[in-house]
């Protein structure tokens, strides 16, 4: 049994009372000494995020930091300071760097994770691609068809890998969902999908780059990526037709930006026809004071249903569920799910650290599941079509949109 493998109390292992172990002792206790080294690039929320799970997993070292804003570096160091006293095993600050060329080539970074503004995404890996690294690139790819395209053509001359940062296909009812439906196969052919995301507004962003269309790549794209990927992943088809009504109530209303009001949609009904006969919605509401996602799939054998509540404002805890329903095919159950409390806490209800767990075993040749550039081309396929289809009240055909911009691309399923 390796370091990796063997039980991990984690709770203990930090707690103050426990701290007179003494280090020939520590066995549940032990951490393994970190083996890899990341460049953090972009340390506003998602960036900090990445350092506290890569700090809890304990399998990489942050070894630096870049943002182009100074203010963002200094609270990053210092919540990353903060949070090094709950270890037992203090870890060096992490170095900062002075411009994104110098982050990018200090031969001691292993892998380089990219989470700036969606905008900067093309940019900056151009840069990071000259190292030959490692790279992790924050959803979603790109805020253009024609930027994403290129990415994925440029990931696939690549000398190392390009992982994405699709990570709610980590959340623990996502990865049940598509275990059943993929491995188990536990309701048969699938012939509908239907996804919901109901929250409060987005957050606050630097320069709110989030709130606009041309810096965010629109509402579908900077954050509907994801449950478009997760659609596509069930429906293992390519997406053929979609339709979409989207609209402003006036939630971002009082955002102004050099004179611009917010453009961005804060609610949405999408539809999607697929090759093999499935269809999939997706609904969004942005006027909501806490978070809930729904899943529902129905195939022939029967519906499998998770539910995700996180009332924020209460300060409850994340409950989610799984529900699937087969009559007399089978056995019919509803089952609590949940990570350990420490990694549902660590970011994304634990989504993010798994995602970290895929990042490094690829850095150990190992095979994994994680996203690919052209998964997260196919997610903003989805979204941008849907996007041009709210724009001009009209179905739209993926094959003949790509068309339409000189773009094509052969789906692949895996």
Known sequence: MTNIDKPRLRFFENAPGQKHIPEQDKYLYAAQA?????GIIGTGTIGQEHMRVARLLGRAHVHGIFDTQKQSMDVALANFAQLDTGFAEPQASPQCYDSLEAICGDPDIDALMICTPNYTHFDVLKVALASGKAIFLEKPIATTLADAFAI???????????????????????????????????????????????????????????????????????KCCHYFDLINLLAAAKPQRVYASAGRSGVFDGVVKQGQPSDIDDSALVTIDYANGCRASFTLNMNCPEFSEELCIVGERGRLVTQERFAVHHEQELSASLRIELGEHGASRET????ASAIENSGHHGATYYEHCALLDRLEGLEVQAATPQQGLWSMIVACAAQESSRTGQPIDVEQFLEAQNLTIEFDPS
């Open 34 to 38: 970190p083996r890899h080294r990341l």
């Open 152 to 222: 994925n053509a440029l990931a696939q001359q690549y000398r190392s890998f390009i992982q994405l940062g699709l990570q709610y296909r980590y959340k623990a009812q996502y990865v049940e969902a598509l275990h059943e439906v993929s491995e188990r196969g536990s309701l048969g052919a699938l012939s509908m999908i239907s996804m919901s995301e109901y929250r409060p507004p987005f957050l606050d962003k630097v320069g709110q780059w989030n709130k606009f269309n041309a810096t965010s790549g629109g509402t579908l794209v900077e």
């Open 336 to 339: 609590t799910l949940a990570y």
